[in-house]
């Protein structure tokens, strides 16, 4: 264990606060290091390069003290719980050659996935897919905005079966389409087929980027159903739902709904704060309640870039051995956290809506009963309360209704019919899509 006697000693010259952020997070790889170099992996590539400018010199004269020898320090990149060979990174230089699947990130289990409402379905299928692969849902199929989980949730599928033994392949499309495109051209298209054809499991992320590409979505028709035909399971990711996906062929539309589709929601208020909490505590870095509850509340929701404020924060925090306090968070946020902006209007949504749906913008403010424009009305009143922060009662003025037990009526329509009806569900979100883009 010279590694963490090294690292003790350390402790004993540094303060405590360091020690905790920075060192304590370091793990003696064993396997990389010899005598006269040393390496050792941290959590994230700050951590990495913190540590390297701030005390590889003390390391190294610690060795030193210890040894008798003076070793090269270096610090890698890679994750603290797991195996250590596998995860560091090691990124192959041999690049755009023969592209093989990606790793898997080890830090993406079940276990470290926060659950709430938002993402309580989506995960759900993803445990019991993983609990028995093939023969649940085929293949399931998860979507939902960036930095939600999906790829978080694709790779916990593929953590928790290569733990027991199962050979599990994980690729992005992209990944897939370059490998069938290096095979093709090396007409080496018998060992790409035995590759993907021949898994446990294939974890395929982001699938919506096979729009369009006439040629893979062939080849990938081919593997899914040889897969399926061998009750192999399939998992894709995408940031749409498969009917959304334009210049996707329709027999793989169909296919990708032949099992189970799942969305993640964007998170819910508590959710948020209990991911950031638990990225705290993976991490190593300590923020008060009053600091992750700013955070919570003023970030989006996508979790990617709130977990590299948090990082960005920790090493201000340090470079400027500060206290991570509200204020000092608030000062270093105040750019990137723009307070919120309220910029989709009632106008637009109805302009939109009407458009859509081929009636005037002027019926659905009138009182009319008729049931196209009262389905209208309700979908905008839906739309308005997701998107926009009107109240229920500011709601039911603008459409002249009594109150807001209207509106909430409305709402409750909404959510019963895209409970039951995925067509209306996929509308619906194709109609936000609208909004917020056009
Ligand atoms: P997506 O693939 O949907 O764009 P990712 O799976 O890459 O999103 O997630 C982005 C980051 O947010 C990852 O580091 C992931 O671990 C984290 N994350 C997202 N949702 C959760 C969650 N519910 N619990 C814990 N971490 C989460
Ligand atoms: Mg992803």
């Known amino acids: 264990m010279l590694g963490k006697n090294i690292l003790d000693m350390l402790k004993d010259e540094i303060t405590n606060i360091e020690y905790e952020r920075y060192i304590k997070q370091l793990k003696y790889d064993e396997n990389s290091s ?39 320090v270096d610090i890698v990149v890679g994750k603290k719980s797991s195996n250590k ?18 790793k898997l990130n080890p830090s993406y289990t079940f276990e470290n996935f926060v659950v709430g409402s938002s993402n309580q379905f989506a995960y759900t299928a993803a445990l019991s897919v993983a609990e028995k692969p093939g023969q649940l849902y085929n293949p399931l199929f998860i979507y939902g905005g960036v930095g939600l989980g999906k790829t978080h949730l694709l790779q916990a599928i593929g953590n928790y079966n290569l733990a027991k033994g199962k050979s599990v392949i994980y690729t992005t499309i992209e990944q897939f389409m370059n ?39 062939e080849e990938f028709f081919h593997t899914f159903n040889e897969l399926h035909n061998k009750s192999k399971q399939i998992v894709l990711t995408s940031d749409k739902h498969p009917k959304q996906i334009a210049g996707l062929e329709d027999r793989l539309k169909s296919r990708f709904e032949w099992g189970l589709i799942a969305d993640i929601q964007p998170p819910e208020l508590e959710t948020k704060i209990a991911i950031i909490k638990k990225k705290c505590e993976l991490d190593g870095i300590i923020l008060s309640d009053e600091v992750i509850n700013y955070l919570a509340t003023k970030m989006d929701n996508n979790i990617r870039e709130i977990e590299g404020t948090i990082i960005k924060l920790n090493a201000y925090a340090s470079l400027m051995n500060q206290k991570i306090t509200l204020d000092f968070a ?70 002249g209704m ?5 509106v909430s009526h409305a709402m409750k329509k909404i959510n019963e019919i895209m409970e039951k009806d995925e067509n209306f569900k996929v509308k619906i979100e194709e109609l936000i899509h609208k909004i917020k883009h056009s």
């Open 179 to 217: 490998d069938f495109t290096y095979h093709l051209r090396n007409q080496t298209m018998d060992r790409f087929r035995e590759k993907y054809r021949k898994c446990d499991i294939l974890l395929i992320d982001d699938v919506q980027f096979l729009s369009r590409k006439e040629q893979t979505q």
């Open 85 to 102: 060979k596998r995860s560091l990174n090691t990124a192959s230089i041999s690049g755009q050659k023969q592209t093989s699947s990606t």
């Open 402 to 406: 009594k109150d807001h037990t209207s």
């Open 330 to 399: 608030k000062s270093v946020l105040k750019e990137q956290i723009k307070e919120k902006q309220e910029n989709i209007s009632m106008e637009k949504i109805i302009k939109v809506v009407s458009k859509e749906l081929n009636i005037k913008p002027s019926e659905i403010k009138s009182r009319s009963r008729s049931r196209n424009i009262v389905s209208a009305r309700r979908i905008v009143i839906y739309l308005a309360r997701t998107l926009t922060p009107n109240s229920m009662p500011t709601l039911a003025q603008f459409f």
């Open 34 to 72: 010899k005598s006269d170099y040393a390496v050792f992996s941290a959590p994230n590539p700050f951590i990495a390069n913190w540590v390297k400018t701030k005390y590889s010199k003390k390391i190294s004269n610690l060795f030193e003290l210890k040894t008798g020898v003076k070793p090269q």
